[in-house]
């Protein structure tokens, strides 16, 4: 089993910066790629970005490419440095693990995944 803990939420004005943390327990995410998301009111939930566990491989949705970073900080650890944010990045964000399937394929979408944080608030001022 492993429990997800997203922190780093928060209120900011558009054009600043946050940056998300995924904490893992019961297990090391060693194994698993790990994936953000994120689900503003009354829309589905929307992929962001997703790092491999093997070769820390990485891939993003394009309205987030070269604005937003995912890094294995450490075992436990997964971040997510957001730049440049707009308004209409106002959601929750939530991280999750997955042990089998492609980031370039079947990981960018929420089926996949084995284990969901509860989330954190993200919200962007204009």
């Known amino acids: 089993q492993v429990q997800l803990v997203e922190s780093g939420g928060g209120l900011v004005q558009a054009g600043g910066s946050l940056r998300l943390s995924c904490a893992a327990s019961?297990?090391?995410?060693?194994?698993?790629?790990v994936g953000w998301f994120r689900q503003a009111s009354g829309k589905e939930r929307e992929f962001v970005a997703v790092?491999?566990?093997?070769?820390?491989?990485t891939y993003y949705a394009d309205l987030v490419k070269g604005r937003f970073t995912i890094s294995r900080d450490n075992a436990k650890s997964t971040g997510l440095q957001m730049n440049s944010l707009k308004p209409e990045a106002t959601a929750v964000y939530y991280c999750?693990?997955?042990?089998?399937?492609?980031?370039?394929?079947?990981?960018?979408?929420?089926?996949?995944?084995?284990?969901w944080g509860q989330g954190t608030q993200v919200t962007v001022s204009s």
């Open positions: 999750a693990a997955a042990l089998y399937g492609s980031i370039f394929g079947a990981l960018q979408r929420p089926g996949p995944y084995d284990y």
């Open positions: 019961g297990r090391t995410f060693s194994s698993y790629a």
């Open positions: 790092i491999s566990w093997s070769d820390y491989n």
